[in-house]
């Protein structure tokens, strides 16, 4: 017992002064931004329609909410298509997997999803989006997107983008049909006024396959777009 | 008739009667602070506030000491003892860090590391005995308040007459300024590490180059760049765009002025106070002799041009002949700006600056790949054999690229100044006028430079051939009166300027004895510096790089002599 009250009390008052300063921790930063990918009129379907991403924290661990939502551009509310909220990990030099969960579709139609995301930069520079989703019915879906930037100018960029929908089962209320249900093909041309502000013009084509065609009610659509692309 | 009153007031502003108004907005001038002299003593007071910069059309806000930008001029002597009062007037907490000064590790000011930094609206006295001579500088090591303006030079005379000998003495102190927030210059470099950069490589310069060398080498260039996710433009996190670049606190307009008389000797004392800018230096017509390094003197060395990474400093001397006026030019590394000074004969003459050269442009060399590509002085080093295994990527997430064969680079002039018509100062040009017999080193601690670009993640990775770590709380222990080899290592495709508070840096450049030392040595990309320490200070000693977003993203560990 007195030894231990001489090494806990004595020891460091023996050799206080001796001591250099104690290190103080660093605080590892903390961070969050938001990004409005697509801000956009398409003019086939008279919609505005918002792709939002946002998250909060550090280089290794960030808590993400994504969400989609469209409206009608004379009438009508915002109507959200899909919302999740996840948990990114940096797994990789350039991808981080995302992990939880949402819903997705109409109000009380829809599906609540379970969803796992692998996001990064591949190869080429090519920024990827490789989604797993699985329903509260058991239903497993699954998209695949990828985007580039052509600089033609310092702030003038075109940018392709290539989307593939595909699922395990005919999904109806998210008009979703089992195999390859959609393919989508979309370039933007943005001009940067400032690196968080860029207005585009594009051109959007889309197919459906399989039963989409019958959910949709259509093969084929196409439609020129203008739109914002915002981050702060 | 209210509009005739705000004209003139814009009138006032623009024709700079504003900048007379102290209340309104800060001096940007050198000036030297009053010092109270008593026997072996030297008294300063430094206070240090809040206050609106006017630089252009642009308003900020600056973190200045006694109301000036740069921070006042201190001449210290040699063998002389100095008091540095330091007032916060702030509502947020300061430090004073003396660049390259042996000082007692409690004089230091780093907070959290060597004290407790001086908080808001509070005062905090530094002593200590000038042991040293030679150009240096001061600045805040809190916050992001270098950027903000909190720097200034420092001049210790020698105690005995000084070896170099000039008919004038200037400081040319290069820093870069921006009113933007450098909080949110960091966040942006987070979200978007290409924020900064407007030169990259367009579809044009794809095309030009196309029909210059041909389309499949440039497409195959290309994709090498593209494959591994990296910019060969990619040269400073922060440019032209929000920088506005200074010459004593002075931009190009305001025509900075060093006046001398034909056939003087001009010494010239530029030190690099950036927060994120490397300077190329140049005085067209004129050579200059490099007579010290970092303080130290150094075997003079004519060069026709150097570049000063960030907290270097260069002392040279110059002879202009002509009754002309010369540019005394400092161009952005990337040059995506400069600054430039004039050295007149007589007031009121602008020199003419010289054409601008072209966007530099990395190389598969720089980037850690030797071979058939690379062309030049590299092939007949060998490689420094790491004693860390890096062949499975050891730093994760933390890397973009690893290096696997680091080369010397000391006798290259680095990117954007190879295959230039004239000299440009390198490394291995430095030879020491002094002496210096440390004596052989007992061991190696190697210091990986590691970086992710895309993340904006920088780190220090430690390894002594047993631990490795990153962690700022992992110190890197020293024996007091050892003598360590250290080595840096350069994973990434930028260059970092490596700075230890407290002790010298023996630069390795085959010299032995005469080694220049230095306080802050330029790790080139895939570049290994090898410089050995002698643990001749008690204490905790930040090591960090000097770039000031890496250093806040974490590129910062403290080496522990005790």
């Known amino acids: 017992m007195m030894r231990q009250i001489f090494f806990v009390i004595f020891i460091p008052i023996l050799t206080f002064g001796q001591e250099f300063y104690p290190i103080e921790p660093m605080h590892p930063i903390r961070y969050w931004g938001v990004f409005v990918d697509k801000l956009e009129y398409r003019e086939k379907e008279k919609n505005l329609n918002l792709e939002l991403d ?129 393919v989508g093909l979309s370039i933007r041309l943005r001009y940067e006024i400032k690196r968080e502000i860029a207005p585009y013009v594009g051109f959007s084509w889309e197919r459906n396959y399989g039963k989409t065609k019958e959910l949709k009610g259509k093969v084929e659509e196409s439609t020129f777009l203008v739109g914002l692309r915002m981050w702060f | 008739m209210s509009w005739h009153r705000r004209d003139f007031l814009k009138l006032m502003l623009l024709s700079g009667i504003a900048y007379s108004v102290p209340s309104f907005s800060a001096f940007r001038r050198l000036e030297v602070a009053d010092a109270r002299e008593k026997d072996e003593l030297l008294e300063y007071t430094l206070v240090v506030r809040k206050e609106p910069v006017e630089v252009g059309q642009r308003r900020g806000v600056g973190t200045l000491i006694n109301s000036l930008l740069p921070s006042p001029l201190l001449k210290f002597k040699e063998g002389k003892e100095v008091v540095i009062h330091v007032i916060n007037e702030m509502d947020e907490p300061t430090s004073i860090h003396w660049h390259g000064l042996l000082v007692p590790n409690e004089m230091d000011g780093v907070p959290g590391v060597v004290f407790p930094g001086i908080p808001p609206k509070s005062r905090f006295t530094y002593r200590f005995p000038v042991v040293q001579y030679g150009t240096y500088w001061y600045h805040s090591h809190s916050l992001m308040q270098e950027q903000l303006g909190m720097y200034g030079p420092l001049i210790l005379e020698p105690k005995e007459e000084d070896v170099i000998k000039a008919d004038r ?289 920088w780190r220090m990775y430690s390894y002594d051939g047993k631990k490795l770590s990153s962690r700022f709380e992992d110190v890197i222990p020293l024996r007091y009166g050892e003598t360590v080899r250290f080595v840096f290592i350069n994973h990434t495709m930028m260059h970092h300027p490596i700075h230890l508070h407290g002790m010298w840096m023996y630069l390795d450049n085959g010299g032995d004895t005469l080694n220049p030392r230095k306080h802050t040595i330029d790790v080139k990309p895939a570049e290994v510096v090898e410089v050995i320490v002698k643990a001749d200070a008690y204490g905790n000693w930040a090591l960090h790089c000097h770039i000031l977003y890496h250093m806040d993203a974490g590129m910062f560990r403290i080496v522990k002599v005790g």
């Open chain 1, 54 to 182: 946002s998250f909060y924290g550090g280089d290794y661990h960030k808590l993400w909410l994504s969400l989609e939502a469209k409206k009608e551009l004379k009438r009508g509310d915002w109507e959200f298509e899909r919302a999740d909220l996840l948990f990114g990990k940096a797994i990789s030099s350039f991808f981080d997997i995302r992990v939880g969960g949402g819903y997705a579709g109409k109000k009380d139609e829809g599906r609540t999803r379970l969803a796992v995301e692998l996001v990064g930069l591949a190869p080429y520079w090519f920024e990827t989006e490789l989604s797993f989703y699985l329903t509260h019915k058991g239903e497993p879906y699954g998209k695949l997107k990828a985007e580039y930037d052509l600089l033609l100018t310092q702030r003038l960029v075109l940018q392709p983008e290539v989307e593939v929908l595909a699922s395990a089962k005919t999904i109806e209320p998210l008009e979703i049909g089992k195999g390859i249900s959609n």
């Open chain 2, 169 to 457: 003495d200037y400081v040319i102190m290069l820093s870069d300024w921006t009113d933007e927030d450098p909080h949110r210059i960091l966040s942006n470099l987070k979200k978007h590490p290409g924020y900064y950069n407007f030169q990259k490589r367009t579809l044009g310069d794809f095309l030009r180059e196309a029909r210059e060398k041909g389309f499949y080498p440039t497409l195959k260039e290309r994709l090498m760049w593209a494959q591994m996710r990296m910019d060969s433009r990619d040269i400073a996190d922060v440019t032209g765009y929000t920088y506005t670049y200074l010459m004593n606190g002075q931009t190009t307009e305001e025509n900075p002025t060093f006046l001398f008389k034909p056939g003087e000797k001009v010494r010239l004392r530029f030190i690099n106070a950036s927060a994120a800018t490397y300077f190329n230096v140049r005085i067209p017509g004129l050579k200059m002799t490099v007579v010290q390094a970092d303080g130290q003197n150094v075997y003079p060395v004519d060069v026709d041009e150097f570049r000063i990474a960030i907290a270097e400093t260069y002392d040279v001397i110059v002879e202009p002949k002509e009754e002309k006026a010369y540019a005394i030019y400092a161009e952005a590394m990337d040059r995506s700006g400069f600054v430039m000074g004039t050295l007149a004969p007589r007031k009121g003459m602008k020199a003419v600056p010289p054409p601008k050269r072209e966007v530099p442009e990395l190389t598969m060399e720089d980037m850690g790949h030797h071979g058939h590509m690379g062309h030049g002085h590299n092939h007949h080093h060998e490689g420094y054999k790491m004693m860390l295994d890096v062949s499975k990527n050891p730093f994760g997430v933390d890397a973009d690229m690893v290096v696997s064969n680091p080369m010397p680079k000391l006798d290259d002039p680095g990117v954007g100044l190879r295959n230039q018509k004239h000299k440009v100062l390198t490394y291995a040009d430095l030879v020491s006028a002094e002496e210096y017999p440390i004596g052989k080193p007992e061991r190696t601690i190697e210091i990986h430079l590691v970086g992710n670009m895309e993340r904006f993640i």
